[in-house]
């Protein structure tokens, strides 16, 4: 028997919640099928997608390193083969690695009967993570596995809370082609931060949650500011300071980096709004013949799901 989940793609920190927000977006992720082998390992069956560039050493998978997990946590040595299937761009900013770990750790679970629950899975699916980007941080994996708007509270204990999503938002993502990785993304940004821009990230980070409760986009608009990593990941987007004046010119509520870029995203109040601020967008990136893809959707209710 062998068993599909899809897990969309994500847009992490929302400017303002480094590390600690993230939201999942509709049509575009990846699938994983699973099924049992009698070698009592897990092993990456195939992948496509990749041009060749992801490693077929589960334990360095961000898939078969989340399916890995979950087997230990049943002191299991059932083996499992994984077909990854990558559909969106390797180090696009979208979650790509995250989506992977996700769709294998649900895929997985149905397979050997549901043990643990959709929450439960948090922690193999973090664990996926580190293997990609070289650190836990959820931001991605969370909102893909369980849907919407999503904070990390806390990750020791483990603290993660849906927040309420607008109900007539959009977000448009834009994604020049060009590929940044995590490792690197992270790498250059400080180790501190002075205390008035933790001040600040910290004002916005709770005008966002507040502007959600409340329903207030004009709070949400002002609250998406990012004082940590924005001004160090911004030089290596191109145009992105063109793109982001294009963007609020155009009526969008906000603009920032997707995770660690090279997506840009944008919340709008519309689905008009939305593919007229992807259009000015793309303006810019064509003016410097950057060739681009442009991505609008509602916000995922969903997450992570088996493909019937």
Excluded: W
């Amino acid at each position: 028997m062998m068993i599909t989940a899809f897990a969309p793609a994500t847009v992490a920190n929302l400017s303002c919640g480094f590390d600690v927000l993230g939201l999942a977006i509709d049509h575009v992720g990846d699938e994983v099928s699973v099924q049992l082998n009698d070698l009592n390992q897990v092993q990456m069956a195939q992948i496509t997608g990749d041009n060749g560039k992801l490693p077929l050493v589960a334990a360095d998978n961000t898939a078969g390193a989340a399916v890995i997990a979950l087997l230990a946590q049943l002191d299991s040595t059932q083996g499992i083969d994984i077909f990854l299937h990558k559909k969106m761009p390797l180090g696009s900013g979208l979650g790509s690695s995250a989506a992977s770990a996700v769709a294998a750790t649900v895929a997985a679970n149905a397979l050997l009967g549901e043990p643990f629950s959709k929450k439960e899975l948090l922690p193999f699916v973090l664990a996926g993570e580190k293997v990609a980007s070289g650190t836990a941080h959820g931001d991605n994996v969370f909102p893909s596995l369980l849907g919407g708007i999503v904070l990390i509270r806390s990750y020791q204990p483990l603290d993660v809370v849906q927040l309420p999503v607008p109900q007539h938002i959009y977000i448009v993502v834009v994604h020049p082609d060009v590929e940044i990785l995590t490792k690197e993304a992270r790498n250059i940004l400080p180790k501190q931060i002075p205390m008035k821009d933790g001040i600040t990230q910290t004002a916005n980070l709770a005008g966002l949650v507040a502007g959600l409760y409340t329903n207030d986009l004009a709070l949400i608009g002002r609250s998406l500011n990012d004082a940590f990593a924005e001004p160090y990941r911004a030089p290596l987007i191109p145009e992105f300071d063109r793109c982001k004046k294009a963007a609020l010119y155009g009526g969008a509520i906000g603009f920032g980096i997707s995770g660690s870029g090279p997506s840009m995203y944008a919340l709008c109040d519309s689905q008009v709004r939305a593919r007229q601020v992807g259009e000015l967008i793309g303006k810019v990136l064509q003016s410097k013949s950057i060739t681009y893809q442009v991505f609008v959707s509602k916000i995922n209710p969903k997450g992570a799901e088996i493909c019937l």
